[in-house]
């Protein structure tokens, strides 16, 4: 299976407290992930946030490095993925089930390149059409809790 990874799930490695088995997920599945560039915005959004300092800095070349390691699977919104986009958009409004725009163009990177998003929300993405997997059930405790 191929994945289109969620800002959530990217960003696990930075955590103050990592979760090890969304870690492990990764890891497991490293060459099967993508990532949409909105994904990478997100992130990018975070960090310019944060006040100058070395937290922001490290975050800064962490993001850095991540996008050197997924050269090539970065997915950007295009014009294929815009098409899909207006169509989903049309779907989802006749249904009367909007879903805030960074999250649809997310998901519509993933219908476009036929992939699972995988994310700890899975409710962002429990829409018609799509498909989104959370790597570490809420029913899953996590180690020594």
Known sequence: MRWLVDTDLLSERVRKQPDPRVLKWLEENASECYTSSHVIGEIQAGIALLPEGAKQRALQAWLNRLIEAMEGRILNFNTSVA????????????????????????????????????????????????????PVPADDPMPGA
Request: charged content about 20%; aromatic content about 12%; some cysteine.
């Open 83 to 134: 098409a899909v986009w207006g169509r989903q958009e049309a779907e989802f409004t006749q249904k009367g089930c909007l879903m805030p725009m960074p999250d649809s163009f997310i998901a519509a990177t993933a219908r476009r390149h036929n992939l699972t998003i995988a994310t700890r929300n899975t409710a962002d993405y429990h829409w018609p059409g799509l498909k989104a997997f959370n």
